[in-house]
């Protein structure tokens, strides 16, 4: 049995998946297997995988039936011998100790479900602002707390750059096929079940952007999937027997936030704002009051819904210097 099964599915990504095998086959981590989901390829993908099988058989080539990523994942996780199993695209680079050090990440913390690392987006002609600033937010979080603490703001982990173990992957049920992300998805479903999640504190992964990405693409990657799908994690847990709640921020975040959260039975009481133009009117209903008025929050869930770059940090302080605290009294959400 190989230490770790490195889970790859593959569409039509002839032009770089010889690449991003490669890039697995090189680690330094030698005890592998990479098992590759073809997934309905209309180009030579599957012809380029069998060609490279016949060289390392450490490559196991699964037909699949276009049925989409998580059916492809679940279908190669079937397939999978190792007791920890790592994620891959066929369009990404892996670096070549990135296995060495996520196995390393595993076994010095057994408490971890899931360890993903650093990465660097490529290529820069590609990598727009907004991918910049999740890049560098995500680098930070790089030990089981920062990621508890940030769950809720975007996805902690990227998905191909993580290794998860076997046993807390299949108690989870594998991935699940919806209107929804994959992959935050099962992360948050991981938090949910008390399982740890963190990234190694170096890039280990060459991490592709572009215009064909299925995160630009696919509406199951759209901000309101991500809103939608965060609320009713939060039904489940932090807003469990809640029936109301107070949103700080009244801009375009807080009231997606604030709609989905009506979809879940849960009202806004007020918001919270920074915003003098914004303090004193109604938003969705619900009075919008000065953030100096945040002790009014007692006792209710505080979300802190604001988007702006740079405004979680003071926020943060803020709310400290009131008095609340991360986690306790207040979630910050994105």
Same mark, same amino acid.
């Given at each position: 049995?190989p230490?770790v099964?490195?889970?790859?599915?593959?569409r039509?990504a002839a032009?770089?998946?010889?690449a991003a095998?490669r890039s697995?086959?090189w680690?330094?981590?030698?005890?592998l297997?990479?098992?590759?989901v073809?997934?309905g390829?209309?180009d030579?993908?599957?012809?380029?995988?069998?060609?490279?099988a016949?060289r390392?058989?450490?490559?196991?080539v699964?037909?699949?039936r276009?049925?989409?990523i998580?059916?492809a994942l679940?279908?190669g996780?079937a397939?999978c011998d190792a007791?920890?199993v790592?994620r891959?695209?066929a369009?990404?680079?892996?670096?070549?100790?990135?296995?060495?050090?996520q196995l390393a990440?595993?076994?010095?913390?057994?408490r971890?479900?899931?360890v993903?690392?650093?990465?660097?987006?490529?290529p820069?002609a590609?990598v727009?602002?907004g991918m910049?600033r999740?890049?560098?937010w995500?680098?930070?979080?790089?030990?089981?707390e920062?990621?508890a603490?940030d769950?809720?703001?975007?996805?902690p982990?990227v998905?191909?750059a993580v290794a998860i173990?076997r046993?807390?992957l299949?108690?989870?049920?594998g991935w *699940?096929d919806?209107?929804?992300?994959? #992959?935050?998805?099962?992360w948050l479903?991981?938090? %949910?079940? $008390?399982a !740890?999640? +963190?990234?190694?504190?170096?890039p280990?992964?060459?991490?592709?952007?572009?215009p064909?990405?299925a995160?630009?693409?696919?509406?199951?990657?759209?901000f309101?999937?991500?809103?939608a799908l965060?609320?009713t994690?939060?039904r *489940?847990?932090?807003l469990?027997g809640? #029936?109301?709640?107070?949103?700080?921020g009244a801009? %375009?975040? $807080?009231? !997606?936030? +604030?709609?989905?959260l009506?979809?879940e039975?849960?009202?806004?009481?007020?918001?919270?704002d920074v915003?003098?133009r914004k303090?004193?009117?109604?938003v969705r209903?619900?009075?919008v009051?000065s953030y100096?008025?945040a002790?009014r929050?007692?006792?209710?869930p505080?979300l802190?819904?604001?988007?702006?770059p740079?405004?979680r940090?003071l926020i943060?302080a803020?709310?400290?210097?009131?008095?609340?605290?991360?986690?306790?009294?207040f979630w910050?959400?994105?």
């Amino acid at each position: 049995m190989p230490r770790v099964s490195v889970l790859m599915p593959v569409r039509d990504a002839a032009h770089t998946v010889r690449a991003a095998a490669r890039s697995i086959l090189w680690q330094t981590e030698r005890d592998l297997e990479l098992v590759a989901v073809d997934d309905g390829s209309s180009d030579c993908s599957a012809d380029l995988l069998r060609r490279l099988a016949e060289r390392d058989a450490r490559l196991v080539v699964v037909r699949g039936r276009g049925e989409g990523i998580a059916g492809a994942l679940n279908r190669g996780l079937a397939r999978c011998d190792a007791a920890v199993v790592a994620r891959m695209d066929a369009d990404d680079l892996a670096h070549p100790r990135r296995l060495e050090r996520q196995l390393a990440a595993l076994t010095a913390l057994p408490r971890l479900c899931a360890v993903g690392t650093q990465v660097r987006a490529f290529p820069r002609a590609y990598v727009r602002d907004g991918m910049r600033r999740y890049v560098e937010w995500l680098n930070g979080l790089t030990t089981p707390e920062l990621v508890a603490r940030d769950l809720l703001v975007e996805a902690p982990l990227v998905h191909p750059a993580v290794a998860i173990r076997r046993d807390a992957l299949e108690r989870l049920c594998g991935w *699940r096929d919806g209107p929804f992300p994959e #992959d935050y998805d099962l992360w948050l479903r991981a938090s %949910e079940a $008390g399982a !740890a999640l +963190s990234n190694v504190a170096e890039p280990l992964l060459l991490w592709r952007e572009g215009p064909g990405r299925a995160t630009r693409q696919d509406p199951r990657y759209a901000f309101a999937r991500f809103v939608a799908l965060k609320c009713t994690h939060l039904r *489940r847990t932090v807003l469990a027997g809640r #029936d109301e709640v107070v949103l700080w921020g009244a801009g %375009e975040t $807080g009231r !997606a936030f +604030s709609d989905a959260l009506i979809q879940e039975g849960v009202r806004v009481a007020f918001f919270l704002d920074v915003d003098a133009r914004k303090v004193g009117r109604t938003v969705r209903g619900a009075p919008v009051l000065s953030y100096r008025e945040a002790p009014r929050a007692r006792g209710l869930p505080l979300l802190v819904a604001v988007g702006a770059p740079g405004a979680r940090p003071l926020i943060r302080a803020e709310l400290a210097k009131q008095g609340f605290a991360d986690l306790r009294d207040f979630w910050c959400v994105s």
